[in-house]
């Protein structure tokens, strides 16, 4: 069997027309974890005019070597002040307040006596101390947030200072995901054979794509009956924009998938890579939808749905990128399994800016122990030259946090 490398197999993938420009407005409340579909651009300067940071008694700088400013009154924020001081004036000034014209300092309360309406400074300050200056935050005309980018907390509360009542955002892509293999067992399912597994790939893909921004629909298990198998991936792809199925890509007398998704008049864009884990992997393209074949195994079929699967969302969401990668060096010295590009279970330590990566806790076996990407684990990719690696070297670790 012919492999592509694995840089061969991205580059196809990267040149596949996805649609990415489903888009919807939502209210500001509801685009929390979206996708921003447009850039988000200030219309204002922030602030407007230059605003008390502190409360204390707006001056002019040179008045401070005056013996006593008299106070003209106060200044509450919100209040749009007119009034303008003159030499020997001040205004008591809060914090948020417009500074009053001819103002170009803030006093703080703490660094004046007050008598009789006048105020005594005991400590002088900065000239513009406690005032922020006119567009001290942003310009008008500032992209503030780009389009691509994950709404989080901050994004609300930019936005919400905005004014921006309604958000566009990028409509989810559906993933629907299904588990074949007649040894599988859904979650709540009973046996009496010991041969049969419980099933948890349906699962740990379906949450995997709904954190990467995708709405996930869990399509459960299908045995290895081919019939059953075809008619269940035509139904699915009714109602989804990428199909992924794990098992049935191998070459056993039972991998039916492989040959089933040809007949569904899909076109194959690629079969079998040479990574490991994954490398039986079956990329297709039905017009606008897409199907992926992943291998049965946990492991296996996580790394390729994050490889293969993350990718075709995150496009079809406008992400500039599926996942973060960095660049780490080795803690330990590294054996290499196989020829392919390998993908490994790894620690990922950030130390003084630096990251390093270690395999501490990582069992060293087949492709189904999905424990190994437990507490905070990475992916660490080794090439198809690369050989053994000397603690020390930099490699590139695909993060599995912030997608």
């Known amino acids: 069997m012919s492999l592509l490398s694995y840089e061969t197999s991205q580059d196809m993938l990267g040149l596949l027309k996805i649609n990415?420009?489903?888009?919807?407005?939502?209210?500001?409340?509801?685009?929390?974890?979206?996708?921003?579909?447009?850039?988000?651009?200030?219309k204002y300067n922030d602030p407007q005019f230059p605003t008390a940071s502190m409360d204390g008694y707006a001056i002019k700088y040179e008045d401070q070597d005056l013996d006593e400013l008299r106070i003209l009154g106060d200044n509450p924020a919100g209040k749009n002040e007119i009034r303008a001081i003159e030499k020997g004036e001040c205004i008591k000034t809060f914090t948020g307040s417009k500074m009053p014209q001819g103002a170009d300092t803030l006093i703080q309360i703490e660094n004046v006596t007050v008598n009789d309406a006048k105020i005594i400074i005991n400590e002088k300050v900065?000239?513009?101390?406690?005032?922020r200056p006119i567009a001290e935050g942003y310009k008008a005309g500032d992209v503030l947030i780009k389009k691509g980018t994950k709404i989080g907390f901050v994004e609300i509360?930019?936005?919400?200072?905005l004014n921006r009542v309604m958000i566009k955002v990028a409509l989810k892509p559906r993933v629907g995901v299904i588990s074949t293999g007649s040894e599988i067992l859904d979650l709540g399912e009973d046996s009496d054979n010991p041969a049969q597994i419980r099933s948890s790939n349906n699962y740990t893909l379906t949450a995997l794509f709904e954190s990467a921004g995708a709405e996930s629909i869990q399509l459960g298990t299908v045995g290895d009956d081919k019939d059953k198998i075809m008619q269940t991936f035509q139904d699915a792809l009714e109602g989804v924009d990428i199909l992924v199925s794990t098992g049935g890509v191998s070459v056993g007398d039972y991998d039916f998938v492989k040959d089933i998704v040809p007949r569904l008049g899909a076109d194959i864009v690629f079969k079998g890579v040479a990574i490991k884990p994954g490398r039986h992997i079956l990329v297709a393209q039905k017009e606008d939808k897409f199907i992926l074949a992943l291998p049965g195994f946990a492991y296996s079929s996580t790394v390729t749905a994050l490889l293969y699967a993350l990718p075709l969302v995150s496009k079809m969401l406008g992400k500039k990128e599926p996942y973060k990668m960095v660049e780490a060096k080795l803690s330990q010295d590294f054996k290499k399994r196989s020829k392919n590009t390998e993908f490994t279970a790894c620690n990922l330590v950030l130390?003084?800016?630096?990251?390093?990566?270690?395999f501490k806790d990582k069992k060293v076996g087949s492709s189904a122990i999905?424990?190994?990407?437990?507490?905070?684990?990475?992916?660490?990719?080794?090439?198809?030259?690369?050989?053994?690696?000397?603690?020390?070297?930099?490699?590139?670790v695909i993060s599995l946090e912030g997608f």
């Open 126 to 131: 900065a000239l513009n101390a406690s005032v």
């Open 370 to 396: 999905l424990t190994n990407l437990l507490n905070e684990s990475a992916l660490m990719v080794s090439g198809e030259d690369d050989g053994d690696l000397d603690e020390g070297t930099y490699v590139n």
């Open 20 to 42: 990415g420009s489903k888009t919807q407005n939502l209210p500001l409340s509801q685009s929390l974890g979206r996708i921003l579909a447009e850039d988000i651009v200030a």
């Open 157 to 161: 509360g930019v936005m919400a200072a």
């Open 351 to 358: 130390e003084d800016g630096e990251y390093f990566v270690n």
